[in-house]
């Protein structure tokens, strides 16, 4: 347990480094969609997407998952602190599908195959907001 603070403060710095890329992706879809007759500003913009997700998102994803399964191994009795673990994970889980759908997604239009709208990744833009939302108050109020 003399770790468990120094692998708390990874997993915060981890989480905090995936959700910059899960709030700002779909924001580069965006323009990605809306300027995609601008061939120049789509290649640019496609240069950003793929990096964006593959080495920053899938690195920090990777940490916040490592960090958050030492930290539930260390401390196995926090599955019985109350019902706000088991909603954070199931948010926490949320958020993995979400990140893998924005692979599709950048698949999709890397190959100019995507049909969506700016604005359907402006509203999808708001889900992790919405989990954030949810994981925080449950990690930090603990209201169950």
Request: charge should be positive.
């Amino acid at each position: 347990m003399e770790y468990y603070s120094w692998i708390r403060a990874f997993h915060v710095m981890s989480v905090i480094s995936w959700m910059a890329m899960l709030f700002y992706l779909p924001r580069l879809f965006v323009y990605h969609v809306e300027h995609k007759e601008n061939r120049g500003f789509v290649e640019v913009v496609k240069i950003q997407e793929r990096k964006l997700y593959s080495f920053i998102g899938v690195p920090a994803l990777l940490a916040s998952l490592l960090s958050g399964l030492a930290m539930l191994l260390l401390n196995p009795d926090l599955f019985r602190a109350g019902l706000w673990l088991h909603i954070k994970l199931t948010a926490a889980a949320l958020l993995i599908i979400y990140h893998f759908s924005l692979g599709y997604f950048l698949k999709r239009l890397a190959q100019d195959r995507c049909t969506k709208s700016g604005k359907f990744f402006r509203i999808y833009n708001e889900v992790p907001t919405l989990l954030m939302i949810v994981i925080v108050t449950m990690a930090v109020v603990k209201p169950i």
